[in-house]
């Protein structure tokens, strides 16, 4: 049995627990997965089944969109909400033209460098391995496109946007990076992935769906690559 599965991950799985969970209600061997999603993530994840698996690369590979949250006036150690939070000094009282000037820098051909929280390996270790240890290392910058961020809505200290980009970019640190451009610290609230490529959070199975799927009528919900 080949193919794809579009998956509306919810908060608090991992991209693996998704996994773990077709192969055990489906009793398949091969699942694998098109792009991680944080566990405090949500949105589209896309499933692969059988030798489907293979593609994986290519498929990781495509622009990706977010409906994501930034929330000024603190830091993060991780980036995002589920991290220490340190408040900042630096008073937050922007207008809504001074936030969109920094937005808009981020837009093109950047380079970005990993947070600290991240599966980028350095000498054999993952970033995240490392930090877990008190072990800081700065990773080097990775080249990423930003295709697009419109900021849908600010009511301060949080910016709602939507973002287009490039596979390797770090939604976390973008605001972090954003934060520390206006000179009063961001971390990200909120992400949702809503489309991988050519595939639309429209079109994803909630996993109370995934779980109501038989295993006979699994071969009718997939799609080819």
Known sequence: MNGILIVNKPQGMTSHDVVDLMRRH????????????????TGVL?????????CSQDL????????ATLTLGARSDTGDAWGKLESSSK????????????????VGDIEQVPPMYSAV????????????????????????SIKDITISAIALPEVHFRLTCSKGTYVRQLCVDIGEALGCGAYLSRLER????????????????LKKIRVADLHTKLLPS
Not at 26 to 41: E, N, W, Y
Not at 133 to 140: D, H, L, N, R
């Open 91 to 106: 008073d937050i009282r922007f207008n809504d033209a001074e936030i969109e000037a920094v937005f808009r820098k981020f």
């Open 121 to 144: 390996k350095i000498n054999g270790k993952k970033l995240y391995e490392l930090a877990r240890k008190g072990i800081t290392v700065e990773a080097p910058p990775r080249k990423i």
């Open 26 to 41: 489906f009793g398949l061997k091969k699942v694998g997965h098109a792009g991680t999603l944080d566990p405090m993530a």
């Open 60 to 67: 990781s590979g495509q622009e990706k969109e977010y409906d």
């Open 194 to 209: 809503t489309r991988s490529g050519r595939f639309h959070i429209d079109a994803a199975l909630s996993v109370d769906e």
């Open 46 to 54: 896309v499933m692969l089944v059988g030798a489907t698996t293979k």
